[in-house]
């Protein structure tokens, strides 16, 4: 057995976070709010021997006197802390890093051992759904231990002190309370040596308390510069101008993302929340004051870079290749230690990319909600999606010190915002030893370079979730480790974090920022593999095995499996398939027991089981996100195999015919004869034309009667995807019994280059269908058709438009993420329109409904000019893609490179969603450079575009 290494603590993380293992992962949520709530396991006081009260204080669990604090836990185990009931405070601050969380409470007067750490493990209370914020005074019920030792901080967990079991409880009582007073400390009082020392009286009294550190400081030195002994990253130590003796720990990593001050640089004051924990090089224990975020240092700062990352690439330019000026195609996300300065944040000759030299351009600098530390940046990148972009910023000020210019700093990221398909598709490299890793994860089990994903919410285990492509195809699925909120299934998510190979599968972890796109629907499992598929091991180097591999992480469901064993409630157990041989097992897997309580079905019995394939160990599991996706039924007869031949061999567009053929030829005892025609389906949802003619005889000349069956050809052509051996089943019923039959073809055609595998439509907006005519064909009019089914469904968008290429197509308000449209090409309309086949079908995509008055814009619908289509203007007409957040007065503006005024239109009353406007003015426009402005509230959104001859 292999076993699956630790967890290894987050890049670039606080030394001291304690890392989470796969095999402490849960799932209980609760949120109690109002009258007191309790989770299944009771909160008595504890054991009489402890004598603990029934409503205990943060006093009674932080002071170390024994006779005044018989619950602290250094008079016990810390494996068997005291269980109390309802410690109430006021949250004073966060740590919402991933992938282990908690906040701080204190007594609401402040005073010494009135505040304490509450551990919430695996899940984020401050993001949805608990939505806790500073100030929220709440009620919290638990265990009480220290860690990482006797000698470390004290805290407040859930019951099984297991961080990935979300058990505890906590009651939110009201909200905006004032935080407790700061006490005021000196460098001397919180001097950084080894505890416990002379003063760890007076730091550990302060522990989880706000404090502030007054009188001109200034920095000494930082983890930047190292030295012995080493400070913990992202941490610098102050002392006192007036008295440089004794210095004090600043943490800028454990609750933020805080670049250290440079040496010498001078601090009015800093305040804080006092931690106590190991730190230095060679390590040891000393308490330290855990900045919450920039804001918590006073004085005339600099802001910094900290992270950078693509969150949006739906723009109207092309995805790949040279852009025109102004035709962004992905939007960067910005993050600054502090506040940025408005001015000098959204000049955007102040950020360069690495890929400048090549062409890529800075478009558009916007500071997001007008104030604060995020920069939205419009890019126009000539790197594919997939390849390593830098941004590089410098020049910016911050909010109390405009004239406090950063130096140049520079994050790396992967460009573009990917679909799981293409982070889990093999690194070639990796292939070469038979091992099959993701190109973005580090070496080893290290995170990659910060990436973007896209992907709907497919199942929940604890702190590991998991999300699919729309499409479902294979190499379609993905886990997220320690999300910053939970994964909804059917939700549509961008997601930022790193790649890691973790125990075999691969992982999102580091998640830095979580989008929620809204409800769309979860792809249906794939239940076309079997076990032996689905737990194939085999060594893939040519990527020509259908095998586990491709499937990872994926929904899928499992028919007929039968029960291998007997075992206990909330226990795993094994299943024997594929039916009816049951000759392999698969492990049915509580996966972070989402099982808890569930009895297994007896031995033999014959079940259905939809779950995520897991890899763990060694091997691949089928997980169950809860007791009702294992369905127990009688078994049904295995389905008949079919021999099936199609014809023609190959479909293209120089292929002609109204029909397809199909040769049916059962084996004995069955006979042809017995083919109910009227259940045959061609790829699930092709029937047999009724129109065709169906002959009953022997095409193959074997001397065993078979049956020729005709299909429409364009419905065949739009059921089945493009490659040179494409699969094309057959299923239907024979005598009463199922039967299925496989043959594969070759099919060839153009492709839609837009809308792309993925991508994300609103209703009512207007996006271009793009296509490509392969060479050699003649390039009649074309039609183009939509279905929001996956193709099971089409109807009309267009008929006999001219083969341009590009199409500019009103997107329905119909919400599905299983979209397609198809390209025919016709015959003149002299000739009636005849349709000679099927220029291209595109991959699946999502569409949104338009958002109605009153409800809440999603987040991809904020102020915002999407751009000019096209752009650049060429044919003198300029039509504008640009989104409203509500239904407010909002104003769209066209200006020269002067700033003059050229027009103006009132656009308020087009209501919250993406919209589009002809600017017919653009027709007197001269060739040139041309910028668009939109206003609405206090906010305001630019983009240039460029006019031709």
């Known amino acids: 057995m292999i076993t699956a290494p630790a967890r290894v603590p987050e890049f670039s993380a606080n030394p001291y976070r304690r890392s989470l293992t796969k095999a402490l992962l849960a799932t209980a949520l609760l949120l109690c709010t109002g009258s007191s709530a309790y989770s299944r396991d009771k909160y008595p006081p504890g054991p009489p021997y402890r004598n603990c009260p029934d409503t205990l204080r943060i006093y009674d669990v932080q002071q170390p006197d024994t006779l005044l604090a018989p619950c602290h836990p250094r008079v016990f185990s810390p494996a068997s802390g005291d269980t109390v009931l309802g410690i109430k ?27 304490v750490q ?19 005074s709440v009620a919290v019920y638990g265990t009480v231990q220290e860690f990482p030792s006797l000698n470390g901080t004290t805290e407040i967990e859930g019951p099984d002190v297991v961080q990935s079991t979300n058990d505890i409880v906590i009651r939110k009582i009201s909200s905006g309370n004032p935080l407790p007073p700061f006490q005021v400390l000196t460098p001397t009082s919180m001097s950084w040596i080894p505890s416990p020392n002379a003063t760890s009286a007076i730091q550990e009294q302060w522990e989880a308390c706000l404090v502030r550190v007054r009188g001109q400081l200034r920095v000494g030195r930082t983890s930047v510069q190292g030295g012995r002994p080493g400070l913990p990253f992202g941490s610098f130590l102050v002392v006192s101008v007036a008295s440089p003796s004794d210095s004090t720990l600043i943490d800028g990593n454990a609750l933020t993302t805080f670049t250290p001050p440079a040496v010498g640089t001078l601090i009015d004051s800093l305040q804080g929340i006092v931690n106590q924990g190991p730190s230095g090089n060679p390590s040891f224990t000393s308490y330290r004051v855990q900045v919450r975020d920039s804001d918590d240092l006073f004085g005339p700062f600099a802001t910094s870079l900290t992270d950078a990352y693509p969150i949006d690439d739906s723009f109207t330019g092309p995805p790949d290749g040279p852009h025109a000026l102004g035709t962004s195609n992905t939007r960067v996300r910005l993050e600054f230690g502090r506040r940025v ?16 030299i090549d062409g890529s351009t ?81 070496a080893g089990t290290s995170p990659g370079t910060r990436i973007t994903v896209r992907g709907v919410g497919v199942g929940q285990f604890g702190s590991l979730q998991y999300m699919e492509d729309a499409d479902g195809a294979d190499r379609s699925g993905i886990a997220i480790f320690g999300p910053r909120a939970p994964i909804v299934v059917g939700n549509r998510y961008l997601v930022a974090g790193q790649i890691l190979e973790f125990g075999g599968e691969t992982e999102i972890v580091n998640n830095v920022f979580l989008g929620d ?48 064993e007997r075992r206990a409630v909330g226990q795993s157990f094994l299943a024997a398939g594929p039916c009816c041989a049951f000759e392999d097992t698969i492990l049915i897997s509580s996966l972070n027991t989402v099982l808890d309580g569930y ?68 084996a004995l005892p069955f006979e042809a004869r017995d083919i109910d025609i009227s259940s045959i389906r061609l790829n699930g949802t092709v029937p047999v034309d009724p129109e065709a003619p169906t002959v009953l005889g022997d095409h193959d000349g074997n001397g065993i009667p078979d049956l020729t069956v005709k299909f429409d050809r364009l419905a065949v052509e739009l059921a089945v995807t493009e490659g040179d051996s494409v699969p094309v089943r057959i299923k239907g019923k024979l005598d009463g019994h199922a039967f299925i039959g496989t043959d594969t073809i070759r099919v060839g055609r153009g492709r839609i280059a837009a809308p792309r595998a993925g ?109 000019a289509i096209p752009n650049p203007v060429a044919d003198g007409r300029l039509r504008v893609e640009f989104s409203l957040r509500d239904g407010s007065q909002a104003r769209l503006e066209l200006m020269d490179v002067a700033g003059r005024l050229l027009q103006a239109r009132q656009v308020g009353t087009f209501g919250p969603g993406i919209h589009a406007l002809d600017l017919t003015a653009a027709r007197a426009l001269q060739p040139g450079i041309y910028f668009l402005r939109l206003t609405q509230g206090g906010s305001v959104a630019r983009a240039r575009v460029a006019v031709l001859r």
């Open 517 to 564: 796109l809204g409800a769309v629907r979860a792809p249906a499992p794939r239940d076309d593999k079997n076990i032996t598929v689905l737990t194939d091991l085999t060594c893939d180097a040519a990527q020509n095995i259908d095998n586990g591999e491709d499937e990872e992480g994926m929904l899928v469901k499992v028919h007929d499996l039968r029960v291998a």
């Open 89 to 115: 405070g006021i949250i004073i601050g966060f740590d919402a890093k991933p992938a282990a969380y908690a906040f701080y409470i204190q007594n609401s007067q402040g005073g010494p051992y009135n505040g």
């Open 118 to 136: 509450v551990f919430t493990g695996a899940y984020n209370w401050k993001a949805v759904p608990y939505s806790l914020n500073l100030g929220d």
């Open 759 to 867: 991508s994300h439509l609103a209703g009512g907006s207007v996006a271009q269908v793009r296509w490509e005519t392969p060479g050699g064909v003649v390039a009649g009019p074309v039609s183009l058709l939509f279905s929001p089914d996956g193709g099971v469904n089409w109807s009309t968008i267009a008929r006999q438009r001219p083969n341009t290429g590009s199409f500019d197509w009103t997107v329905p308000s119909v919400p599905t993420d299983q979209a397609k449209v198809a390209v025919l090409l016709e015959s003149p309309a002299e000739t009636g329109a005849i349709v000679e086949g099927v220029l291209g079908v595109s991959p699946a995509f999502s569409i949104g409904a338009t958002v109605g008055v009153g409800d809440p814009a999603p987040a991809q619908l904020a102020l915002a000019i999407r751009g």
């Open 362 to 442: 800075v478009d558009l600098a916007t500071v997001e909600g007008g104030g604060g530390h995020v920069v939205l940046l419009d890019i126009t990148s000539v790197r594919r999606d997939g390849d390593i972009e830098t941004v590089t910023a410098g020049g910016i000020g911050s909010e109390i010190c405009p004239d406090c210019l950063m130096a140049n700093q520079s994050r790396t990221f992967i460009n573009g915002v990917l679909d799981v398909k293409q982070v889990q598709a093999a690194d070639e490299d990796s292939l070469t030893v038979c091992v099959d890793r993701s190109r973005f994860a580090g």
């Open 599 to 666: 009895a297994p079905p007896d031995s033999g019995s014959i079940i259905d089981v939809t779950g995520i394939l897991h890899f763990a160990s060694g091997t691949f599991r089928l997980c169950p996100r809860s007791p009702s996706d294992v369905v127990v039924h009688a078994l049904e007869p295995p389905p008949i195999s079919m021999t099936f031949d199609f014809s023609p061999g190959t479909l293209n567009l120089a292929s002609r015919g109204k029909w397809v053929t199909g040769f049916l030829e059962p």
């Open 341 to 356: 300065d408005v001015a000098t944040a959204e000049d955007e000759r102040n950020y360069s990319l690495a890929s400048k």
